[in-house]
């Protein structure tokens, strides 16, 4: 079974500019989830979909950060424009279902922000 | 307001000895737990989960002990294997509405060989 793939892996980009990534998750899985690792920090939730939907945007910088899952499958997450504190690695991950259904994680994309 | 505290961000042990790593919470809602490891430049792994109904969990070199009255939870590694080597972050979540995961900071563990 093929992993949650992201790309791009890296990312340079100067303040003001925007960035987007992309996640393919497991084939199957129903829930997707974007996170935002700050080094020294623990991942934090950026953005929940089920299926196609948003279960939970709560921490998500609405004025500078969209994401959007159309067809339920692959996801898209943009900055626009870029600060320096995105500097971070993204990660996507997905699951089966949401209840107690274990997340897998995809390698991430390291982004800077000079 | 850091809900979920890893206050050792590093632990160097033996190998062939135990590894503790351990995990502290204030939310008394949170009623599921996960430790996930972390190589570099690879995303977390998941290794164990733990439910608030349980204060233990098994599997193979790898237990979780959660005592729900302190707040805290512990991964134990015996014996400890230079592979071992990694990031290890403790999560939780509540298992009603949407079910998101809360990291701690993370402990990195080295197994010396």
């Known amino acids: 079974e093929a992993g949650v793939a992201q790309s791009p892996r890296y990312k340079i980009i100067e303040k003001r500019q925007s960035v987007a990534f992309w996640c393919n998750p497991i084939?199957?899985?129903?829930?997707l989830y974007w996170y935002q690792q700050i080094l020294g920090q623990g991942p934090k939730l950026l953005i929940q979909?089920?299926?196609?939907?948003?279960?939970?945007d709560s921490q998500l910088p609405k004025d500078r950060f969209s994401a959007e899952r159309l067809k339920g499958v692959d996801s898209t997450l943009k900055i626009q424009p870029a600060k320096l504190e995105d500097s971070a690695v993204y990660l996507c991950?997905?699951?089966?279902?949401?209840?107690?259904?274990?997340?897998?994680f995809g390698p991430g994309t390291r982004l800077l922000v000079l | 307001d850091q809900q979920v505290k890893q206050n050792s961000p590093s632990l160097s042990v033996q190998e062939g000895r135990i590894s503790i790593l351990n995990c502290d919470y204030t939310?008394?809602?949170?009623?599921?737990f996960l430790w996930y490891k972390k190589y570099p430049a690879e995303g977390p792994t998941f290794l164990i989960s733990?439910?608030?109904?349980?204060d233990k969990n098994e599997d193979g070199r790898f237990t979780v002990f959660l005592n729900k009255s302190a707040k805290h939870l512990s991964l134990h590694i015996v014996p400890s294997q230079p592979g071992d080597s990694a990031v290890y972050f403790c999560?939780?979540?509540?298992?009603?509405?949407?079910?998101?995961?809360?990291f701690g900071t993370g402990t990195r563990l080295k197994v010396l060989a």
């Open positions: 991950a997905s699951s089966r279902g949401q209840l107690k259904e274990t997340q897998y």
């Open positions: 999560a939780a979540s509540v298992t009603s509405g949407t079910y998101k995961y809360i």
């Open positions: 084939s199957g899985h129903a829930t």
């Open positions: 733990i439910s608030s109904i349980k």
């Open positions: 979909f089920q299926n196609n939907g948003v279960v939970d």
């Open positions: 939310n008394s809602m949170f009623d599921y």
